[in-house]
């Protein structure tokens, strides 16, 4: 079966490099995907990538995957007070997601 | 852009209560999801559908039952809701079973 596990809570300064780590156990996994979610709102899909890529980049993000190791970590540069939220890693099974507990990223001043 | 909107952002119901929650998406997504949300918990799955009128239980189905009756509209029914109910309940949709959608959620305080 599908376990993905991520740390719970993450503080960061404004202006610095957030990482994100995911570790997950299905080796099949053809995606695997990071959500953002919003206070009081639904999650959004931040970014996703293929399992045979290794990196990935969009803008501020950058996804790193390890295959070998099953770890996944979403680095956002240059963290601004709107990167605040729970940050939801998911692998893709047969035919649902399954989503780790979710981070939560605190951006203080 | 893709909507997925749910009929309350907010519902209080008393213990032994009949419960419906509904979500309703534009984009003609053959798949439907319904999932809760509970802190250290992430998001688990308790029905998906991926047509009209079929349903397959999710990871945590029990004390649930849902209904989809036409593509754009997937609702969750508690049937005598109990205070354990109360969470996050959260609404998807996608083509596909990945890269879904999600709408803003219900929060349901059952007391």
């Known amino acids: 079966g599908e376990d993905v596990e991520q740390s719970l809570f993450l503080s960061v300064r404004e202006g610095d490099s957030s990482v994100i780590n995911c570790t997950y156990t299905?080796?099949?996994?053809?995606?695997l995907y990071w959500y953002k979610q919003e206070p009081g709102a639904g999650l959004q899909l931040l970014t996703y990538?293929?399992?045979?890529?290794d990196m990935k980049q969009d803008q501020r993000l950058t996804v790193l995957l390890n295959k070998k190791d099953k770890h996944l970590s979403l680095r956002i540069a240059d963290t601004q007070t709107g990167d605040s939220a729970i940050y939801f890693c998911?692998?893709?099974?047969?035919?649902?997601?399954?989503f780790g507990a979710g981070t939560t990223v605190t951006v203080r001043a | 852009d893709v909507k997925v909107t749910q009929s309350s952002r907010y519902l209080v119901k008393r213990t032994g209560e009949k419960v419906f929650l509904e979500c309703v998406q534009d984009?003609?997504?053959?798949?439907m999801f319904w999932y809760r949300q509970d802190p250290g918990l992430g998001l688990r799955l308790i029905y998906f559908?991926?047509?009209?009128?079929?349903?397959e239980k999710g990871d945590i189905p029990e004390g649930y039952s849902v209904s989809r009756e036409k593509k754009e509209r997937f609702s969750l029914i508690l049937e005598s809701a109990s205070t354990n109910q109360t969470s996050m309940y959260l609404c998807?949709?996608?083509?596909?079973?990945?890269?879904?959608?999600f709408g803003p959620g219900t929060r349901l305080t059952v007391t």
């Open positions: 559908s991926y047509d009209v009128k079929m349903k």
């Open positions: 998911a692998e893709r099974g047969d035919y649902k997601l399954s």
């Open positions: 990538i293929f399992s045979n890529m």
């Open positions: 998807a949709s996608s083509t596909q079973f990945y890269e879904q959608y």
């Open positions: 984009m003609d997504h053959e798949n």
């Open positions: 299905d080796s099949s996994s053809t995606y």
